[in-house]
């Protein structure tokens, strides 16, 4: 598929706004070079490509399509304004964190980080599918993979480097046992039940926790990183183990208590913060984590893959 540059603008981000360090989260090495970051969206058979870069305080985008479809380039302005928070104000997010001994970062060195959020709720559910039970890093390689053997590929002009799309559930339906070279191990059929009932329901899923073994975790990644619903905290073990060290001086915290916790020390961002915990950590093992922390040494930039270094690695 051959892509032309069909129209550029720039946008000036709606309050505080770091373009490279919004760019860089969660980001693989097609996604962000350091300079420019890149989005390939999918809208039925059509792909367009975006380029983005920072010039002064504004974010100037290119759009590559093979059409001139204009309903098509409304539908792309838009996602990625929405995909990057163009138009989002967190100032008093910012705020809220001054203070708070695991996001203060966010407030002064990452001041202006942004989620980098994904074009629909089916690319959110298979990063949280990816995400169960397992790592970071092991998680963002099977989801890689995932990408490079289901997504369409898209070359980026003027690099080396193909950019690949989030996998779309006709692909993995059709082709189910390139799931065995993923990684993914047992979530292969939680991905391929996701899949089926997905389209099956013409992505209309009113509550993602119906599907079978997706349960609030899983559900709250999807809904915070596709459609920006900070509503909800995922809570797992990992979370829970590092609030109640942080937080709490009584290791015998329910999960209740934990949860009213979190919605009185972030309320309605409370699933922003989550992901930007796991940004200003380095997303490292529970241990590690704990050890950064009573040492005072967190680092979101380790030299290892991490939510804001992902993209220095080909995984």
Not at 265 to 284: D, E, S
Request: a neutral charge; glycine letters at 6%.
């Amino acid at each position: 598929m051959r892509l032309r540059e069909v129209y550029s603008q720039d946008i000036t981000p709606f309050g505080t706004y770091d373009f490279k360090l919004t760019a860089s989260l969660y980001a693989t090495n097609w996604e962000f070079d350091g300079t420019y970051a890149y989005l390939g969206l999918i809208y039925d058979d059509e792909v367009i490509l975006s380029i983005l870069n920072s010039v002064g305080d504004a974010v100037k985008i290119s759009y590559l399509a093979s059409t001139n479809d204009s309903d098509l380039l409304e539908r792309a302005i838009e996602d990625v304004r929405f995909i990057f928070g163009l138009d989002e104000n967190l100032d008093d997010f910012y705020e809220l964190v001054r203070k708070d001994p695991l996001l203060r970062a966010i407030s002064s060195d990452l001041r202006g980080i942004h989620l980098r959020a994904v074009q629909d709720i089916w690319d959110g559910l298979i990063i949280g599918i990816c995400q169960q039970n397992t790592s970071f890093y092991l998680g963002w390689r099977s989801l890689i993979k995932l990408r490079r053997l289901y997504g369409k590929r898209i070359h980026l002009p003027k690099t080396k480097l193909d950019y690949y799309t989030y996998p779309r559930p006709e692909s993995i339906i059709n082709f189910p046992h390139y799931l065995k070279k993923t990684g993914v191990g047992y979530r292969a059929k939680i991905i391929l039940n996701a899949a089926q009932k997905y389209l099956s329901a013409n992505g209309e899923i009113e509550n993602l926790e119906e599907l079978k073994y997706i349960g609030p975790y899983t559900s709250a990644i999807a809904k915070i990183i596709a459609l920006r619903d900070y509503s909800v905290f995922p809570l797992d073990k990992w979370f829970i183990k590092l609030l109640i060290h942080v937080y709490f001086n009584d290791d015998n915290v329910t999960r209740e208590e934990l949860m009213k916790f979190i919605d009185r020390n972030w309320g309605r961002w409370k699933g922003l913060a989550a992901m930007f915990i796991t940004a200003v950590t380095g997303a490292k093992t529970i241990s590690k984590t704990l050890k950064d922390f009573d040492e005072g040494k967190l680092d979101p930039f380790p030299d290892t893959p991490a939510p804001l270094t992902l993209w220095k690695y080909e995984l």
